[in-house]
T-cell receptor, first 117, second 112 residues
Framework: GAVVSQHPSRVICKSGTSVKIECRSL??????MFWYRQFPKQSLMLMAT?????????EQGVEKDKFLINHASLTLSTLTVTSAHPEDSSFYIC?????????????FGPGTRLTVL | DQQVKQNSPSLSVQEGRISILNCDYT??????FLWYKKYPAEGPTFLIS?????DKNEDGRFTVFLNKSAKHLSLHIVPSQPGDSAVYFC???????????FGTGTLLAVQP
């Protein structure tokens, strides 16, 4: 399968700071990237869908001003959690699909554990 | 409103036996279904998928069955191996978009 990386794998920050998480597709061009969050023992919840070069589409209940998504190239999308608070602590996972890959498949990154103190 | 449900939070199976993981959905517009395997602190790994025009898809030890009338799909793993122990998520794709709706997951434990 395709390789998707995320950086950092783990981040701890103080309340009120902003955190940027990178998602990269390493061996294919990702026309679409997805951002999920997972709370302990719960399912993956889609936060937003981003297409390269256009604005992200956010799911209902997700604050677009708090979770800034940029998909500036076919291999990189970033999620910035602005003014993070303890309730933002979660496991954030990105996935990618795109050219040369089955439209039906999403390839997931390893995830980023965010802890806000 | 949980559109994709996995009613069994956990399942324990003996090594060598069959593991059957179940998933139910409510949206008849879903046209593609996938199963993912996930270890703690890692991203999901794609296992197998099935289109709504089929009722069965097989890949090695993994077989997925789809019953559209019952809005039910299942993943069969045979023979089960200890390395199969993980959380399994089913996911459904809805209509024109490529976004996936995930179930709540089933923790499979394969006992040696």
């Amino acid at each position: 399968g395709a390789v998707v990386s995320q950086h950092p794998s783990r981040v701890i920050c103080k309340s009120g700071t902003s955190v940027k998480i990178e998602c990269r597709s390493l061996d294919f061009q990702a026309t679409t990237m997805f951002w999920y969050r997972q709370f302990p023992k719960q399912s993956l919840m889609l936060m937003a869908t981003s297409n390269e070069g256009s604005k992200a589409t956010y799911e209902q209940g997700v604050e677009k001003d708090k979770f800034l998504i940029n998909h500036a190239s076919l291999t990189l999308s970033t999620l910035t959690v602005t003014s993070a608070h303890p309730e933002d602590s979660s496991f954030y996972i990105c996935s990618a699909s795109g050219q040369g890959r089955s439209y039906n498949e999403q390839f997931f990154g390893p995830g980023t554990r965010l802890t806000v103190l | 409103d949980q559109q994709v449900k996995q009613n069994s939070p956990s399942l324990s199976v003996q090594e060598g036996r069959i593991s059957i993981l179940n998933c139910d959905y409510t949206n008849s517009m879903f046209d593609y279904f996938l199963w993912y395997k996930k270890y703690p602190a890692e991203g999901p790994t794609f296992l197998i998928s099935i289109s709504s025009i089929k009722d069965k898809n097989e890949d090695g030890r993994f077989t997925v069955f789809l019953n559209k009338s019952a809005k039910h799909l299942s993943l069969h793993i045979v023979p089960s191996q200890p390395g199969d122990s993980a959380v399994y998520f089913c996911a459904a794709r809805g209509g024109a978009t490529n976004k996936l709706i995930f179930g709540t997951g089933t923790l499979l434990a394969v006992q040696p």
